[in-house]
């Protein structure tokens, strides 16, 4: 088994550095192709999240690569200068850190809810781009199978274990916010919505003009088109913006323009989608990704760690049964 990865995440990169390789849905398509042109590599994932990137290959047999550096290639910046963000993993090493992400053990927050969600859509990315091969298709299934049952059996605090609820769970704290604006309609901003409308706040989410398809609106939630976002958020003492966007969703220069401001701004995006300088606004509280992640692991996290390791063992094991299994059928020429 071939398999290594690279990976850059929080412990490893603050949010400015994070925010260099995050890749938007074009990016992660044309990379895919590069990738797909490497006649070494058999297949490829990549995570792409606010707290990580993580690139995996499966190689041929007896060869090499360095995934950290086609990162960098496919973003344009320098590989010996960045080169202490990545953390290298191969073989057994690649498969239990995966399996452990996926457990939600790796995360900033413990126990992450949406982790097992993300690592799906990653793998189902790679496939609708004809990246992933059929060691990473059963792997990575594999990790999300594990991450369930952790998720099922382990008792982790429920209300605390998303970026999501992190946010929520501060504007439950502050009694003068009663309407919320959220920038941004994807699975996150879709998440905070629904949450927003349980606890009874009046909540808005802007859409872009030129989307096409159907988009799924959480009941409750009021719309607003994303260029009048700045005229909609004067009637609004909250802002939550959770984008995919490589610009800035508000800029403090444009923020000038305006006599009253929410009291509250939360960025839930990587690369940032609020202007950070946001901050030295007067009677302005701002959030971003590492700000609501934080958190220390406690004695009753490593009591915890000792269960999921013992539930990650037992995926291990039918993953590497399975690959034993699929090799002896190409030894004995009945699998290519």
């Not at 209300?159 to 959220?182: C, F, G, Q, Y």
């Not at 939550?240 to 323009?257: G, M």
């Not at 960025?267 to 989608?273: F, G, I, K």
């Not at 990704?289 to 039918?318: M, N, P, T, W, Y």
Request: proline content about 2%.
């Amino acid at each position: 088994m071939n398999i290594i990865a690279a990976c850059i995440d929080y412990n490893s990169a603050r949010l400015e550095e994070r925010e260099i390789f995050s890749f938007t849905k074009s990016e992660v398509e044309s990379f895919y192709k590069v990738l797909g042109n490497i006649d070494i590599i058999q297949g490829a994932a990549l995570i792409n999240t606010c707290n990580r990137t993580e690139l995996y290959l499966s190689l041929k047999d007896a060869v090499t690569a360095d995934p950290f550096k086609l990162l960098c290639d496919a973003k344009g910046v320098g590989y010996d200068e960045n080169q202490h963000l990545n953390k290298y993993f191969s073989g057994d090493g690649a498969v239990r850190h995966l399996f452990m992400l996926a457990a939600g053990t790796e995360s900033q927050i413990w126990g992450d809810a949406q982790i097992v969600s993300q690592i799906r859509e990653s793998i189902v990315t790679a496939r609708e781009n004809k990246a992933a091969d059929s060691v990473l298709n059963v792997l990575f299934r594999s990790a999300v199978s594990a991450g369930k049952k952790v998720k099922t059996l382990i008792d982790f605090k429920l209300n605390d274990n998303s970026t999501a609820l992190r946010a929520i769970n501060l504007i439950k704290e502050r009694s003068d916010i009663k309407d919320v604006l959220i920038i941004g309609n994807g699975m996150i901003g879709r998440l905070v919505g629904e949450l927003l409308v349980r606890e009874g706040k009046n909540t808005c989410m802007t859409l872009r003009q030129y989307k096409t398809g159907a988009i799924s609106i959480p009941r409750g939630v009021d719309t607003v088109n994303y260029a009048n976002r700045y005229e909609k958020m004067q009637g609004c003492q909250a802002v939550i913006s959770a984008t995919l966007s490589p610009h800035y969703t508000l800029e403090r220069e444009k923020l000038n323009e305006f006599d009253s401001l929410p009291c509250l701004f939360i960025d839930l995006a990587v690369p940032r989608d609020i202007d950070p300088e946001i901050e030295v606004l007067e009677e302005v509280e701002y959030y971003n990704i590492d700000d609501i992640s934080k958190g220390a692991r406690d004695e009753s996290k490593e009591e915890q760690l000792k269960e999921i390791q013992e539930i990650v063992f037992e995926f291990e094991e039918d993953f590497y049964r399975w690959y034993a299994f699929r090799k002896n059928m190409i030894l004995e020429g009945k699998l290519q």
